[in-house]
Every structure is written in C-alpha cells, then in structure tokens.
C-alpha cells in the first residue's frame, strides 16, 4: 500500500508540474482545452446564486394572468 501512494503521489506531482508548465508557456491553449471548461462549469455551478443575489432572476408564476406580447396588456 505504501509504494501505491508513492506512485500516486508522485503522478499527482508530476501531473501538477506539467499543467503549471503548460499554462505559464503556453496560455492559449491550456485555456481552449482546460481553462475554458473549468470555468464553464464553475459558472453553470453557481449561476442560480449569483442571478439571485444581484436580483437578475425572478421566480416563475404559476399562473401567468398577463399577456407580454401586446403593449400595453403586461403587468410590467
């Protein structure tokens, strides 16, 4: 067991060297392929959060008694 987590630890090592060595010479591609992703991600995560708080979502009516696609008859 213990030479299993030398190996993953070294393999995590050497995997986190060369992500940093890919992103610092060669950014735009780390970005197209990995960075872009995460950050997809990230913002799909706490999208709901973020809309909330800065008052961007609003929650849905059960039953909507407007008609938005005339002038003038929407609530709003």
């Known amino acids: 067991m213990r030479d299993f987590l030398l190996w993953a630890g ?3 090592l050497a995997s986190g060297v060369a992500l940093w060595a890919w992103r610092r010479f060669a950014p ?12 997809a991600v990230t913002v799909y995560g706490t999208w709901r959060a973020v809309a909330s708080g800065c008052g961007l979502s609003k929650r849905r009516r059960r039953w909507r008694w407007t008609l938005p696609g005339f002038p003038g008859w929407g609530a709003e």
């Open 10 to 12: 070294l393999a995590v």
């Open 28 to 39: 735009l591609s780390f970005w197209y392929v990995i960075g872009f992703w995460v950050k």
